[in-house]
C-alpha cells in the first residue's frame, strides 16, 4: 500500500475507509483499492503513481479522522521502494538515452552508471512514485 510509513496491521484496524483522503489528495495518485484486491483490503487507499504521486502536500494526514495516517515530517518520509523494471526501462531494454526518472525523482534515489542506465538508491527511495509518474513507457 501507498500511504506513508505505518504498521500495516494497525493501518487495516484503525481506517475506516472515509476516502478524506482521496478526495483531498491533489495529483489523484490515491484511490480506494477495488474489491478483487481482497475484503481486508478493500476500499483502503492505496497510492497508485501512473494516477499521481505524492508530493509529500500531506494533505491526507491532516484530513484523515482516525488517525491511520498520521502526520510526519517530509524528510522521514518512507512510503515504500521504487522498483526498476529493466524489460521495459528505455535505458535498459532498448539502450535509449532516458533520464526522466532521476529528472523527477525529489529524493535524489535514482543513479545513472556510465552506460547511461538508472538504478535506485533503496536508502535514499522515499516511495514516492514520481519517478513511475513521469516514465514515458506504457504499462
Known amino acids: 500500500m501507498g500511504n506513508f510509513k505505518r504498521d500495516n496491521a494497525n493501518f487495516l484496524a484503525t481506517c475506516n475507509r472515509c476516502r478524506r483522503c482521496v478526495k ?35 494533505l491526507c494526514s491532516k484530513v484523515c479522522p482516525t488517525g491511520a495516517i498520521r502526520p510526519i515530517k517530509t524528510e522521514k518520509v518512507k512510503i515504500g521502494v521504487a522498483r526498476l523494471d529493466k524489460l521495459t526501462c528505455l535505458a535498459w531494454a532498448q539502450g535509449k538515452a532516458c533520464l526522466i526518472c532521476k529528472e523527477r525523482c525529489p529524493a535524489d534515489a535514482i543513479i545513472i552508471d ?18 513511475e509518474n513521469a516514465c514515458p513507457v506504457e504499462e
Open 114 to 131: 556510465d552506460s547511461k542506465r538508472p538504478y535506485i538508491d533503496s536508502q535514499k527511495c522515499i516511495g514516492c512514485g514520481a519517478c
Open 24 to 58: 483531498v489528495c491533489p495529483t489523484s495518485g490515491l484511490v480506494p483499492m477495488p474489491f478483487p484486491s481482497g475484503i481486508l483490503v478493500y476500499e483502503i487507499p492505496e497510492l497508485i503513481p501512473r494516477k499521481g504521486a505524492c508530493d509529500l502536500c500531506m
